[in-house]
């Protein structure tokens, strides 16, 4: 009895049957997702876990409780970050709940693009003796605020405004942003900002562009708000297409745009783009996938029209 009560709650035991429920669920992998519910629950790295584990560690009765409780909220296809309340982000973490879009490995690239573009209009400032090597970076869209943040912190001296019309989505966007010296507003992207006109050095947004009446396929992307995902439209370009324009209007000439979209709208992003000659050197870039999930323009010196 006393070793069927041990193995019971041993840390191994609990980890064996968190990892069965979650596989039996359809979760990817229901072993690290498990681990790292119980670091969650330990206050531990997932490392430790793994060693603990090993050695033969018990977990308290309230521990192996609310490791239980978070196991049955991820087999329910909750995402884990949900239930960790962090997601990791390039060189951040973030804080995430429910109500936030959780940031995506494919965007990590579209981050990257804007913090080259800004490294290097930080780099042409100080070789012109203008501006003091602050780029001016506005990031469209924020949601979490995890490509503001990601700026921030490894462009060091930018300015950084991000902007976030949900205000449920631009609760954690402050969590996120204010610790970082970045300047939130909640509000629409078309109308932003209308003191940074013609002035900013980057703009970068992952808008909602999921095209209407699309299912995503991954059951814990269906937990993602609809506010985050839809773009508007049959083929999703209603809101790619104002932050198009809402672009055009912040950037200076030879500033960039950098927009995140989904596969199937690279050429209309880019007809977008090049109307009007508001923007030249338009390139779609592909993901670690081969998929075509961004798009990179600079800004013309055309005027918009009123």
Do not use: K
């Not at 579209?110 to 080259?116: C, K, P």
């Not at 006109?197 to 562009?209: C, E, I, K, L, T």
């Amino acid at each position: 009895m006393t070793d069927a009560v041990t193995e019971a709650v041993t840390l191994e035991s609990l980890l064996r049957s968190s990892t069965e429920l979650l596989a039996a669920a359809g979760v990817d992998s229901p072993r690290a997702d498990a681990e790292l519910l119980a670091a969650h629950v330990l206050g531990a790295s997932r490392g430790e876990v793994a060693a603990w584990a090993i050695a033969g560690r018990r977990m308290d009765p309230v521990q192996s409780v609310d490791l239980r409780r978070l196991s049955i909220s991820r087999a329910t296809r909750t995402p884990l970050q949900y239930l960790t309340g962090t997601t990791t982000f390039r060189s951040v973490e973030l804080q995430v709940g429910h109500g936030v879009f959780l940031p995506r490995p494919e965007t990590e690239l579209v981050a990257g693009a804007a913090i080259d573009a800004a490294l290097a209009a930080q780099n042409s400032t100080d070789d012109q003796g203008g501006a003091e090597g602050r780029p001016l970076v506005i990031d469209l869209c924020t949601g979490s605020g995890a490509i503001a943040a990601a700026v921030a912190s490894e462009v060091p001296g930018a300015s950084v405004h991000a902007v976030e019309a949900d205000p449920e989505a631009a609760w954690w966007a402050a969590a996120n942003l204010e610790p970082r010296g970045v300047a939130l507003h909640v509000g629409d992207a078309e109308t932003a900002l209308p003191d940074l006109d013609g002035r900013a050095d980057v703009v970068v947004s992952n808008p909602p562009y999921v095209p209407d009446g699309r299912i995503p396929a991954q059951a814990e992307a269906r937990r993602d708000p609809g506010l985050a995902l839809y773009g508007g439209g049959a083929d999703g370009m209603r809101l790619p297409t104002v932050v198009a324009a809402a672009a055009a209007r912040l950037l200076r000439p030879g500033g960039t745009l950098v927009m995140e979209h989904d596969d199937t709208q690279g050429e209309l992003v880019a007809a977008v783009l090049r109307r009007d000659g508001l923007f030249s050197d338009v390139q779609t870039r592909e993901d670690l996938n081969g998929r075509p999930r961004y798009t990179i323009a600079a800004r013309t010196d055309g005027t918009m029209a009123r």
